[in-house]
């Protein structure tokens, strides 16, 4: 399968290759990489630092993904596509070498439309050298992200207990807010069958 394949395959079946921003991240501390520092890493190493990310494809009638807001994703070539799981492969980065391993198959033909066919839960495809189209937000979830909050703010906090310091949580974001946090990018998601861009600015429709 040529890149152009894959692009008309992908446009066919409304399709987009995703890497989104993982809700759960309590264990890296108010230090790691949050929302939306973490997209926007992401979209450098890949793009500049042949680094690999862990995606998911997904298209109107299967949006299961890491996450509810996530990058758009363009491979430059069919190399981009390091490797392709129909479910979770389970993957692990090693930081020296910026590759993924886990339980993947090379890009083929045969893996992706294995992907289409057996699309009962979450996909992984690692991608690497690949153009950031936009920002893609699941509609049909709550737009959850890993941000620093104060300690006070966490579910259940006891106002008996020590204020410990800033925290990390879940945070509950609106569509203004993703669009804010990435100007320079246009918004989409899914409604019914088909792709939508999100936010565009009255502004436009009277200038």
């Known amino acids: 399968m040529t890149k152009d394949e894959l692009l ?18 309590a264990d890296e501390g108010t230090g790691g990489l949050l929302f939306p520092d973490d997209l926007k890493n992401a979209i ?19 949006t299961h993904t890491y ?6 994703l363009n491979p430059r070539s069919t190399a981009s596509i390091a490797s392709v799981c129909p479910g979770d492969a389970g993957t692990s980065y090693d930081p020296v ?19 289409f066919a057996k699309a009962s839960d979450y996909n992984e495809w690692t ?27 966490i ?8 204020d ?10 609106k569509l203004a807010d993703v669009i804010a946090a990435f100007p320079g990018l246009p918004v989409y998601g899914f409604l019914g069958t ?9 502004g436009r429709f009277y200038s």
């Not at 310091?165 to 945070?171: I, K, L």
Request: proline fraction near 7%.
């Open 127 to 153: 991608v690497t050298d690949a153009d950031t189209l936009g920002i893609f937000v699941n509609l049909a979830e709550e737009l959850v992200v890993a941000k620093a909050i104060p300690f006070t703010e």
């Open 97 to 115: 070498t910026g590759k993924r391993t886990g339980a993947g198959v090379p890009f083929s033909r045969h893996a992706v439309e294995e992907t």
């Open 67 to 72: 996450g509810a807001i996530g990058i758009i």
């Open 8 to 25: 008309e395959l992908l446009k066919a079946r409304k399709a987009l290759i995703v890497h989104c921003s993982r809700p759960g991240k």
């Open 164 to 173: 410990l310091g800033p925290t990390v949580g879940q945070v509950r974001l």
């Open 44 to 62: 450098e190493i890949c793009a500049n630092q042949g680094k690999e990310l862990s995606c998911s494809l997904i298209w109107p009638a299967h």
């Open 194 to 202: 088909e792709i939508i861009e999100i936010g565009i600015d009255a």
């Open 155 to 162: 579910p259940g906090y006891d106002p008996s207990m020590p």
